[in-house]
């Protein structure tokens, strides 16, 4: 577990800011358009742990666990930037993982702000183009639709499926993961791509991918049975992680806080190994 430091505040600033969380909160409300932005239940997009003192350190993590709240608080954080937010497992009583998760953050008096799919699809810091982006890919139109927005993207390309999936482990080992792929034919070119980060291989994509004649779908997991689909279908699946195709919009998030308010922001890997 390692945490990486995003953004410095410029000495020059010298300055002693006070930043409240319902300013960084209205900041990421409007930059994400969380309002009304249709997700899970469980996301619960925006401040889930709220605060009364000033912000003085940003830590982002893709999941909120107790490992990570305890780093982020002996780094001096006071707020937690996640994608998977505290109620991710649904209702529960307050009892084992999900009782010591509350403990820590109230007794390290650390705010947490999360962000679900509106996270997943912005189109300058989500998870989805930024993945694109590493992977040399320019996106085109969207992909992955839920409800009324697409959360992933897509677009065309002349590349080598082996080198995309050269790319996209690269990206999975830097995260504690390894990319596996569906069956592939050793000099078969990738024309047509789609990408939907984390458990993004369902028959929803599937089905999408046939629609828009994608010839590639990199994903961040899915089950035993899309592999076996796509082969069928004529496509090929990039695993390259749950966690690692994730990574990208925490970061990026933190990275903007830290810019706007001037403070200093670090991001806490605690890999899942998915
Ligand atoms: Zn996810």
């Not at 930043?19 to 009304?36: F, K, P, V, Y």
């Not at 350190?57 to 505290?86: F, P």
């Not at 677009?155 to 790319?167: K, M, P, R």
Request: with cysteine; net charge negative; glycine share 10%.
């Amino acid at each position: 577990m390692f945490s990486t430091v995003i953004h410095t505040p410029s000495p020059a600033s010298g300055v002693l800011s006070v930043t409240s969380l319902t300013r960084i909160a209205h900041e990421l409300d409007s930059l994400l358009g969380s309002d009304g932005f249709p997700d899970y239940d469980q996301a619960l997009n925006g401040v889930q742990v709220d605060t009364h003192n000033d912000i003085v350190k940003v830590a982002a993590a893709v999941d909120l666990r107790e490992r990570t709240i305890k780093t982020a608080a002996d780094q001096g954080a006071n707020l937690l930037l996640v994608h998977h937010g505290l109620f991710w497992g649904g209702l529960q009583p307050l009892r084992g993982p999900h009782y010591r998760r509350i403990h820590a953050l109230l007794a390290s008096e650390m705010a947490v702000y999360s962000s679900h799919l509106p996270l997943d699809a912005h189109p300058e810091i989500g998870n989805n183009v930024l993945l694109a982006r590493e992977l040399g890919l320019t996106p085109t139109a969207g992909f992955a639709r839920y409800e009324t927005i697409d959360i992933g993207v897509r677009g065309e390309s002349n590349v080598a499926t082996a080198e995309l999936f050269s790319s996209a482990d690269i990206i999975a080992r830097r995260w504690g993961g390894v990319a596996r792929s569906s069956p592939s034919e050793p000099h078969r070119m990738t024309k047509r791509w789609a990408i939907c980060t984390g458990a993004g291989a369902s028959a929803d994509t599937l089905r999408e991918a046939v629609q828009h004649r994608v010839d590639t779908l990199i994903v961040g997991e899915g089950p035993h049975w899309t592999a076996v689909d796509a082969d069928e279908l004529g496509i090929v699946i990039i695993y390259a992680g749950h966690y690692a195709t994730e990574t990208f919009g925490v970061r990026a998030l933190a990275d903007h806080v830290g810019r706007t308010f001037d403070l200093p922001t670090i991001f806490i890997d605690v890999p899942t190994g998915l």
